[in-house]
């Protein structure tokens, strides 16, 4: 079941909130909404489930517009941030709550809430209540309880921010694993740009009501298609100056080399912090401070009267506070008006 919104825009409390958004979401896919607090990502989601009405545009599922449904009559489910389990239930009766309200006969209630709760690894839960599992078991019994429903798409709001850094790596593999294995079309809304980059087949990046880019979490990564995007996705170097002849131009006219081929133009270079060589060739930078990261080194340079940063690999030679180092880049993108070049 596909999904597509087009020309959707909201006002809420006199502000422009979503603005003239078009997207789609193909059948089976996961799409992840990824921007800043305030952006719009949630108030387009509560616009897919029929909890809020657009001022203008379409939401279509499957071709068909379910634009001004009420919930209970789209073929959606909603898994919320804070989960919305009821605290006095069981697991089994939170995940049955939905078909109970349906009216589905008993024995089909159970197997089906039987079923769901094996395919999400709670059955051994059954009859615990929310109160008496981890964080990671509740979002698990939330998700359980949208897809018991079987909805043709399945939306997630911010779905592991309540969990630890850890736990959240494991929910969210568990997440997409499921997904994968029902083949269901997902939008899922989060903040966390490694969440989205992790689970989502596309991202899309949403900033001021609109959608900035849409690509694969790879291709947004490499070649985003804005400043904005490149800022938000991952760290970035931004020097002013503009690409010619296969170097860096700076604007105080140092030169440096970039290994890779790059689009000439534009009035700002974005260069990726693994993207900084260091060593003997290129133009000099101070070493001002060098950060274990764990698994990488940051480095941070003082070059050409700017600050530039690099990561460093476990095999890298780390350089020495004070010293001086050459620099060249391995790719470097041209932006011009906030605009990719080429």
Known sequence: MSLHLSGVSKDLGGRRIVDDLDLEVDSGELVCLLGPSGCGKTTTLRIVAGFLGPDVGKVVIDGRDVTHLPPERRPTAMVFQNYA???HMSVFDNVAFPLKLRKLPRAEIAKRVEGMLELVGLTHHLRSRPAHISGGEQQRVALARALVQEPAVLLLDEPLSNLDAKLRVRVREDIRDIQLRLGITTLVVTH?????????DRV???NGGRIEQVAPPDALYRQPATRFVGNFVGAMNSLPGAIEDGKAVLADGTRVEV??????GGTEIAVRPEDVVLGADGPPARVERVVARGHFTEVVLDFAGTSLRAYLGPDDPRPELGANTGVRFRRALG?????LVG
Not at 192 to 200: F, K, N, P, T, V
């Open 85 to 87: 389990l009821w605290p």
């Open 259 to 264: 290994l890779s081929p790059c689009a000439a």
């Open 204 to 206: 899309a990046v949403m």
């Open 335 to 339: 932006y011009a008006d906030g605009q």
């Open 192 to 200: 966390d740009q490694d969440e989205a980059l992790s689970i989502g």
